[in-house]
């Protein structure tokens, strides 16, 4: 059956981003056969507009019954002073939680024609393709107890970090899975050196690869000599898959090795569902960006190259995602250029449909 797609362009720079990702879906459709069966919702601020909830159930339940679903961004400062319950971002987190994604995938991919925008040097980055696999829903971010409490007379905070075996091994699934769509090698992060949830996620790790991904190559680090190695030799790595804290800092610090924020796209990923692919929601890094929306200079190439994650890891459409990276480093290496991708060597000053429309050419 026709494979579905749930789109949600959400607010500020999400519906002219969006908007050329469905001049992208259109012509994957009309011009290589491959039809999607769109629909299109709100969620955030402009949900909130018009039935005062950043994500009605409505739109909840078509979440959960798609194969994937795109989204933009949420927020902004027209919504800044809404009560904490209907905030844009509550829209979103609901969509996370609820779809129970845990895995989220963030890819450092360095465009030849970018190198210099990275904040190492070219020769270090030039091809880099790293996919970091961060856990996303257990950890110290939400282990108990915490809070701050008084101890002998002053206050101590408290976090925990918890991890259960079924928590790591489905991570881990999702990192083996995606390293056999890649380069067939996974590097596990943790501390085990001083952590016991770190040698529990290395026991873990471990356990499901021979059971269950021999053929994958494994390799283990400790964090924080990954983010020396992820520094010095990034090229080294395939698929990174490390807890949600870990993989907080080194998703940001590998975000760094490729450049600007407008050209970083994600994923985060759930349980299989009854087709074998994992429930997914694809979306670009960056905010709604009220300082440049509705001028028209958005750069599109993050939320395109979400549709380029949705093709490779919903869809089974390797070949035709590698196509569309290959347009959009073909565009870039023409030397076209949104305001954010304008650097000392300049460029082609091009808006967001313009951007489109090159790599749609
Ligand atoms: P932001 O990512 O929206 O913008 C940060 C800076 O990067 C701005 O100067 C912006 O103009 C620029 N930028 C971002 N995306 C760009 C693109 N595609 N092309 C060109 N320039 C781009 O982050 P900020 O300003 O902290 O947050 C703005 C709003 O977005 C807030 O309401 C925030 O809560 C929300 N937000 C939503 C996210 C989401 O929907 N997943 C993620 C981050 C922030
Ligand atoms: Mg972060």
């Keep these: 059956s026709t494979p579905s797609l749930l789109i949600l362009p959400g607010d500020g720079i999400g519906p ?21 069966d769109v629909t299109e919702d709100l969620v955030g601020g402009a949900a909130w507009d018009v039935h005062g909830t950043p994500l009605t159930d409505a739109t909840m339940e078509a979440a959960q019954g798609v194969d994937a679903v795109l989204l933009g961004a949420v927020g902004g400062p027209k919504y800044d002073d809404l009560d904490f319950s209907v905030k ?41 393709d790293i996919m970091i696999v961060r856990e996303l829903t257990s950890g110290v971010y939400f282990g108990e107890p915490r809070g701050i409490v008084t101890e002998n007379n002053e206050r101590v905070g408290i976090n925990t970090q ?17 390293a056999r769509r890649r380069d067939n090698r996974v590097c596990s992060m943790e501390k085990a050196n001083v952590m016991e949830s770190g040698v529990l996620w290395r026991q873990v ?28 030799w990034p090229r080294q790595f395939d698929v990174i898959v490390t807890d949600n804290l870990f993989g907080d800092l080194l998703s940001d610090l590998a975000a760094m090795l490729t450049g600007s924020l407008g050209m970083l796209p994600s994923a985060s990923l759930g349980a299989p569902m009854a087709n074998g692919r994992p429930k997914a929601l694809y979306e670009p890094v960056h905010g709604s960006a009220p300082d440049i929306a509705g001028q028209g200079k958005a750069n599109p190439i993050a ?6 994650m949705a093709l490779r890891y919903s869809f089974d459409q390797g070949a035709e995602a590698d196509r569309l990276e290959g347009a959009v480093q073909a565009v870039l290496a023409q030397g076209l250029r949104t305001p954010d991708l304008m650097g000392p060597e300049g460029g082609t000053p091009v808006g967001t449909r313009g951007m489109g429309d090159a790599i749609l050419a």
């Design 205 to 232: 790790v471990t356990e499901v690869h021979a059971a269950e991904y021999p053929d994958v190559e494994l390799s283990h680090m400790y964090a924080d000599a990954g983010a020396m190695q992820l520094t010095r």
């Design 88 to 128: 844009p971002e509550r829209g979103l987190l609901r969509l996370r939680k609820e779809m129970d994604l845990f895995a989220n995938l963030r890819p450092a991919q360095c465009f030849d024609a970018l190198a210099d925008f990275s904040s190492l040097k070219r020769d270090v980055v030039a091809g880099l």
């Design 303 to 308: 939320c395109i190259l979400s549709f380029a």
């Design 162 to 178: 918890r991890y259960t075996e079924s928590e790591i091994a489905r991570v881990a699934r999702s990192a083996f899975e995606l």
């Design 16 to 36: 002219e981003v969006m908007a050329e990702v469905r001049r992208v879906i259109d012509w994957f459709g009309a011009r290589r056969g491959l039809a999607f």
